[in-house]
C-alpha cells in the first residue's frame, strides 16, 4: 500500500505540472516604443553666446558637456516612459558636438555631416515618437538665444506653404512625412512659443532659459531644467496616444529669402526654380523630402555674406 501511495502521488505531481508551467508562462511583449531625438546647441541649458557652440573656442568644451547632459536627461526620461529604443541625431554645426562616451549607454548616436536628411537623419516609419532638444527661435526673433533660420549667415527666412517656419517647423514635417509625432520642444522661451504656434496646443514645451537679448538670458539652474526634461519627456511619450503628426498639404511651395541678392544667384540656375525678387528663390515639390534637400542644396551652394 505505501508504494501505491508514492505512486500515486507522482502521477498526481505529473498531471499538475501543464497547470504549474501555464501559471509560469512569461507574459505577452510590450508593443515597441521607439523614439528619436534630434539635439541642436543654441538652446541647449546654459548655452547663451556663439562662443559655446564654435569649436576653437575655450567655452566650446562647456557648450558640448551641457549638450550632452541635457540629451541624457531626455534620455532618461524616455526610459522612465518604457522607450525600446533611442537613436539620438547630433544636429548642430559640424554635427560633431556629442562626445560618444558622454551619451547614455542605451541610445544610439549619429554623429557627422553632411547627412541627406541633416537634422532629422536616421527618422522613419519604425519611429513612434520625435523629441526636439536645444532647438532655438528662426531667424530674426526678438529676445531669442542665437536665433538664425539653419545658416545665419545666408538665410533670412524660409517659408513653406506661406508659413514661416524655424528649423523645428521644417524637421517637424520631416518626422510627419514617416507619420512620426514631435512631442517634446526643450529651448529658451522664444522657442517654446513657436513650437507651440506650429505644433499645437499639445506640444510638450521646455523652457530652460529666457532671453534677454540674442546673447544673454536668465538662466534655469541646471538640475532643475535636466529634470524638467526628463519629468517632460516621460509626460510626453505617456500622452503619446494622443499625438499627431505634423503635416502640411502637398504640393509644397518653398520660398528662401537670402539676406544679400548675390546670394540668391546661383540658387536660381537650378532647374524648377524661380526668382520672385532679389534675393528669394521659390519653388514647388510633391514630395517633401525632395523639397527640403532641394532647400538645403540652395542654401549650401550661397556665399556667406
Known amino acids: 500500500m505505501k508504494t501505491l501511495r508514492v505512486v500515486s502521488a507522482e502521477l498526481a505531481v505529473l498531471l499538475l505540472l501543464p ?10 511583449p510590450k508593443p515597441p516604443l521607439k523614439v528619436f531625438i534630434s539635439v541642436d546647441m543654441e538652446g541647449i541649458s546654459g548655452i547663451v553666446h556663439g562662443d559655446q557652440v564654435t569649436p576653437g573656442t575655450a567655452e566650446y568644451a562647456d557648450g558640448c558637456a551641457w549638450m ?13 516612459a518604457g522607450a525600446t529604443e533611442i537613436v539620438v541625431n547630433d544636429s548642430h554645426g559640424s554635427m560633431r558636438n556629442i562626445d560618444p562616451g558622454a551619451i547614455h549607454p542605451k541610445a ?22 520625435c523629441i526636439f532638444i536645444g532647438y532655438h527661435a528662426k531667424a530674426g526673433t526678438e529676445n531669442a538665444i542665437l536665433d538664425h533660420t539653419i545658416s545665419s549667415s545666408v ?14 517647423g521644417l524637421n517637424a ?10 512631442v517634446l520642444v526643450s529651448g529658451d522661451t ?13 506640444i510638450v514645451a521646455v523652457a530652460v532659459k529666457e532671453a534677454i537679448g540674442r546673447q544673454a538670458a536668465k538662466l534655469v539652474p541646471f538640475s532643475e531644467a535636466q529634470n524638467s526634461i526628463q519629468a517632460g519627456v516621460k509626460e510626453a511619450l505617456k500622452k503619446l496616444g494622443a499625438a499627431r503628426p505634423f503635416k502640411l498639404a ?12 548675390a546670394q540668391a544667384d546661383m540658387g536660381a540656375m537650378i532647374p524648377g526654380v524661380k526668382r520672385i ?19 538645403r542644396a540652395m542654401i549650401s551652394i550661397a556665399p556667406a555674406r
Open 277 to 295: 525678387g532679389a534675393r528669394t528663390l521659390a519653388f514647388t515639390a510633391e514630395d517633401y523630402i525632395g523639397g527640403f534637400r532641394t532647400l
Open 250 to 261: 502637398a504640393p509644397y511651395r518653398f520660398e528662401l529669402d537670402y539676406h544679400v541678392s
Open 155 to 168: 538665410v533670412r527666412a524660409i517659408r513653406v506653404n506661406g508659413i514661416e517656419m524655424p528649423e523645428l
Open 108 to 129: 544610439s548616436l549619429i554623429s557627422g555631416s553632411p547627412k541627406p536628411l541633416s537634422m532629422m537623419q536616421g527618422i522613419d516609419a519604425s519611429f513612434q515618437a
Open 19 to 28: 497547470v504549474f508551467a501555464s501559471a509560469q508562462q512569461k507574459p505577452a
Open 68 to 80: 550632452a547632459a541635457d540629451v541624457n536627461a531626455a534620455v532618461h526620461g524616455a526610459l522612465a
Open 173 to 182: 514635417a520631416i518626422a510627419g512625412h514617416f507619420g512620426v509625432p514631435v
Open 190 to 202: 522664444a522657442v517654446c512659443r513657436q513650437a507651440v504656434e506650429i505644433l499645437g496646443e499639445d
